[in-house]
């Protein structure tokens, strides 16, 4: 019988939601050497069984994707050919007759071993009295490494085979409904009005597995992948990928898995200080560029990403600069600040959760503005929810610095008129590599006696001296021109005064023929809803944080709102959530 | 051939109790009341009802056997009146008894036995 979870969530009583999840600690680092000894018993197997029981054997080579992602540069890409005949590598594995046992011989460079297999029965390290596992679909088994040792699948069912079909170093584990005891997701979110924070979701799966791994797991890599996806047959959410953060640990035959996902990289990347056009719609191509550059630099390789055609500097305007700061501050305030009233104009937003997406504006549809990669706009009801919250923070009337006496909105320009400012002078050794921050802010940074200048932008400056002796630095220092100490909401209700630290300086409202861009806009600081939420409800694995939904209320009227964190747990069979709101498109 | 006299219980066989119509019953999890008051849940599968088990006479060698099941988890399979025969891992759990017996010649019999038993396996077909 084959469902969606569209129509179970309809329902009252749903069916239990399949889910599936597992880590992937192959060790690429270590190396097994596999025989396999024919005594009569195999029926069939793949030609040269010893190396294709390995995946990394298998046919398996990158195609070539000409609709738009481009092809890597390697030589290792092919054009797809149907008729093209591979090896048999991973076709058969090695298969018993009906009743018969199977003997591999492992030699492998370091301990643990996980095992594809299909049958009925045990498998046995190392001969008779050696440790014998019960046989299940995904076996992790101990050798000792380094040594030739057997592993015997001892066959109990007359009328089936044993069929291997992967042997690999390392740990691969999956899991599903029989052997999950829960699966927590917490898919974060910042919708703050103040000082939003970018923060990264994680993942925690608690599963039964009756053999005692509990040294070998302990050794499972920081960063190895964890997946997840739950539904129904023919009907999952996208695949979430998450990376072990803590020590995984076995307590009596339970397994506990720890992951964050790939945002968890963000603690270890500034955002470095960078000079972005200041107007229209240059400012906003360069500011989404520059998330795609942090993106890259914390390694994160996008799910899905909204292109957007390069956008080029008329000859004169305002510019604005990213000052030095965390990543994840930087985030918060870019998604909060930058961007225009009507999100479908320009709204940059990174969401992860599993599923790193990229896109500069939302889609604009029935006024309710959602993502451009979610599905639909989501439809809840209050009657299907418990434990309904609602609060009303203060409106935020002002805006301050943080700094008192600094301005919270400036106007920046470049001024390039007369000699360069030296800026500083540094001695430097032929060859050498030289990196400074100067005192101030400018355009065209440059510096004498360099072979070659890497970075010039904002503040820094890398380069390779030349020569030995004095070189300096030079620059047009930008004219930084405060226009507000004190941001006002322009109408009149009670509330309070903020101070932020702005991420960005300048970039002042500019009306164009084609967007109104502000990148220091406290627009939604004064215009967001101060209205938050949260309540229980049954759970669907294909939200998003950000996602934007519509809120059917008892007395039947309807709210947009957006999510801003969804913590759902899979336990004993059951789904359920806590959905996190703010009223609003944010 | 189904046996409709009788149960096992662990291996040992034991006149069918009276009455004896195991009921089913659905297993929720995710289980919250709504803001109405309305329960939403997934439905996980079915198991039998816990069931008091109860026997108007049983023989000494059966009341034996009986009052050596400590609470440790045991198979106890029976035959329904569609004729399937069904295997369910149990718990038994108090046993209570009249403390008279009967002596019928040199048969000893107990009367008014109850056994509490509950079903641990969830079925999800």
């Known amino acids: 019988m084959s469902t969606t979870i569209d129509a179970e969530n309809a329902k009252q009583i749903r069916s239990s939601m399949e889910v599936y999840c597992g880590i992937s600690a192959e060790d690429m680092s270590a190396s097994v050497t596999l025989e396999v000894i024919d005594d009569g018993s195999i029926a069939l197997m793949d030609t040269n069984a010893d190396d294709s029981l390995k995946v990394s054997s298998w046919d398996i080579v990158p195609v070539t994707d000409l609709t738009g992602g481009g092809f890597m540069l390697d030589a290792g890409v092919e054009f797809a050919d149907l008729s093209h005949v591979g090896s048999d590598a991973g076709k058969y594995g090695v298969q018993s007759y009906t009743g018969n046992d199977l003997y591999i011989y492992v030699n492998a460079s370091i301990s643990s071993v996980s095992l594809n297999v299909r049958g009925n029965g045990t498998v046995r390290v190392g001969g008779v009295g050696g440790e014998t596992y019960p046989l299940q679909e995904q076996l992790v088994v101990v050798v000792p490494a380094g040594t030739r040792t057997s592993l015997e699948f001892l066959n109990s069912e007359p009328d089936s085979r044993m069929i291997v079909s992967t042997i690999v170093p390392g740990i691969v584990l999956n899991f599903n409904n029989d052997n999950l005891i829960s699966v927590v997701l917490d898919l974060a979110g910042d919708l703050s009005l103040q000082d939003p924070s970018f923060e990264a979701s994680s993942i925690e799966i608690n599963a039964y597995y009756p053999n005692d791994i509990s040294t070998i797991i302990s050794t499972i890599a920081e960063n190895s992948a964890l997946w997840y996806y739950a539904g129904y047959d023919g009907n999952y959410c996208e695949m979430r990928r998450f990376y072990v953060t803590e020590t995984a640990s076995q307590d009596g035959n339970i397994i506990n898995l720890r992951g964050e996902d790939a945002s968890g990289a963000f603690s270890d990347v500034e955002a470095v200080s960078h000079v972005v056009w200041g107007d229209n719609v240059v400012g906003g191509y360069e500011t989404y560029t520059y998330i795609k550059s942090l993106l890259n630099e914390a390694g994160i390789s996008l799910r899905h990403s909204q292109s957007w055609a390069k956008q080029t500097r008329p000859s004169s305007g305002n510019i604005a600069i990213i000052q030095q700061q965390s990543a994840q501050t930087f985030l918060g305030h870019v998604m909060l600040c930058c961007r225009t009233p009507d999100p479908s104009v320009y709204a940059p937003t990174y969401v992860d959760a599993g599923i790193p997406t990229l896109y500069h504006k939302r889609t604009a549809s029935d006024g309710t503005y959602k993502s451009p990669y979610q599905l639909r706009v989501w439809e809840i009801r209050e009657e299907d929810c418990a434990e309904v919250v609602r609060g009303g923070e203060r409106y935020i009337n002002a805006v301050k610095n943080e700094t008192s006496g600094e301005p919270i909105i400036c106007r920046v320009a470049p001024k390039e008129t007369g000699d360069k400012t030296v800026l500083e002078e540094v001695n430097t050794n032929a060859g050498g590599m030289y990196n400074r921050t100067v005192q101030e802010y400018c355009t065209r940074l440059y510096v004498s006696k360099a072979k070659k200048i890497y970075v010039a932008d904002a503040d820094r400056i890398s380069w390779v001296a030349q020569a030995t002796g004095v070189s300096k630095i030079y620059g047009y220092p930008v004219a930084i021109y405060p226009v507000k100490t004190t941001d006002k909401y322009s109408g009149s209700r009670p509330g309070v005064t903020i101070k932020v630290s702005p991420s960005i300086i300048g970039g002042v409202k500019s009306t164009s023929a084609n967007v109104n861009n502000d990148l220091t806009s406290n627009y939604m600081r004064f215009n967001g809803s101060n209205i938050t939420g949260s309540f229980t409800w049954k759970g669907d694995p294909r939200m998003q944080p950000r996602d934007t939904f519509k809120f059917i209320r008892l007395n039947g009227t309807t709210e947009v709102a957006t999510i801003e964190r969804i913590e759902m747990t899979h336990e004993a069979g059951g789904t359920s959530a806590v959905i996190y709101y703010r009223l609003g498109v944010m | ?125």
Not at chain 2, 21 to 47: M, N, S
Not at chain 2, 86 to 91: L, Q, Y
């Open chain 2, 1 to 125: 051939m189904p046996y409709f006299n009788t149960i096992t219980i662990d291996g040992e066989t034991y006149y069918r109790p009276n009455g004896f119509t195991p009921a089913r019953e659905y297993v929720y999890a995710g289980e919250y009341v709504t803001c109405t008051g309305k329960t939403i849940a997934d439905v996980v599968g079915w198991k039998y009802s816990d069931i008091a088990l109860t026997w108007d006479a049983l023989p000494q060698d059966q009341i034996d056997n009986l009052l050596a099941l400590n609470g440790e988890a045991v198979t106890m399979t029976w035959t329904d009146a569609d004729g399937a025969t069904a295997s369910e891992t149990v718990i038994p759990s108090t046993h209570s008894l009249t403390a008279t017996r009967f002596m019928n010649g040199t048969n000893p019999v107990w009367r008014d036995i109850q056994t509490e038993l509950r079903f641990l396996n969830v079925h999800n077909d």
